[in-house]
């Protein structure tokens, strides 16, 4: 029988940016709507939906090798479960998330101690009630199936709700309290699945390719042409990720230069290296930078 990964691509909000993530790691993920069992261009990995919150109970479980979900959900459920890779992406950008605790702008209550007696509504039940035995505090805590930011001050007199920006708080007259936890996507493991040694050296190619991904976002590569006579002028102008790599032309007098650089400076770079004697200035896009 031939060896296979099965691995959890997680639904829902980090679905879409999980299929790109892997697009630009060179996996190609097609999705259906009739179907829980994505495709995928690797005949060694087997793909199954499963939503984030779920992921890490069918992963310890051992229903699947491998799965993709936040560490809040890790720890939501105290999961036993080797971590692969810590995966800084979430649905709206490539950073972290924050599960604050937030109030109606007009509440009393400011810190974590006014919560005694209280009412919090929360998706992150199990967490939340650690938190509040770490602070003294008794609280009655209420899973919410969603629109949690709509249910104080009638349903509930605090809330604990993830956010990236902060905006859909805001919108919904919410201010933050305090930070519960920081989370990012991980890429976890099932114990004795890692233990095999095929299974975790392709989950160690995974993670390579992931990770490499990840670190060539927001950036582009530069290739340009310059005089000896120019280079460190040239030179001077690249804020590169590391030095940048010179060879030689068919001209003597002439060298090829190539850099990684931050895309959002391009725009004001490429006129300075035309103005450096920088000539044949080629920017391109990149999918992967492997460290």
């Known amino acids: 029988m031939a060896n296979k990964l099965k691995l959890g691509i997680p639904k829902g909000s980090l679905e879409s940016a999980t299929v790109d993530l892997f697009r630009r790691a060179g996996f190609n993920i097609t999705l259906s709507s009739r179907s829980y069992f994505p495709a995928i261009d690797d005949p060694e990995i087997e793909c199954m939906l499963i939503r984030a919150q779920e992921m890490a109970r069918y992963v310890q479980d051992g229903v699947l090798d491998a799965g993709l979900t936040g560490l809040d959900w890790v720890a939501e459920v105290d999961a036993d479960v080797q971590v ?7 649905k709206a950008s490539f950073g972290k998330v924050r599960w604050v605790l937030a109030v109606p702008e007009s509440s009393s209550i400011n810190s974590v101690k006014d919560l005694e007696g209280k009412i919090i509504a929360t998706e992150l039940v199990g967490a939340t009630q650690r938190y509040l035995e770490r602070n003294g505090v008794k609280a009655k805590v209420e899973f919410s199936w969603g629109a949690t930011e709509v249910k104080p001050p009638v349903l509930a007199d605090a809330i604990v709700e993830v956010t990236e920006t902060g905006s ?3 919108a919904n007259k919410l201010r933050i309290v305090e930070t519960l936890m920081e989370s990012n996507t991980q890429l976890i493991a099932n114990k004795t699945s890692y233990a095999d040694p095929w299974k975790q050296s392709k989950l160690s190619d995974l993670k390579m390719l992931l990770e490499g991904a990840i670190a060539a976002l927001g950036k582009v590569g530069l290739m340009l042409n310059v005089s000896k006579a120019n280079l ?4 001077g102008v690249l804020p590169a990720l590391k030095k940048p790599t010179i060879s030689s032309l068919s001209d003597q007098d002439w060298l090829a230069v190539n850099t990684i650089l931050d895309e959002s400076t391009v725009r004001s770079i490429i006129p ?17 930078i492997v460290f």
């Open 272 to 288: 300075k290296l035309k103005a450096a004697g920088a000539e044949g200035i080629v920017e391109y896009p990149l999918n992967k």
């Open 232 to 235: 460190d002028k040239v030179i």
């Open 84 to 90: 692969v890779a810590d995966l800084i992406y979430s």
């Open 168 to 170: 859909s708080l805001r």
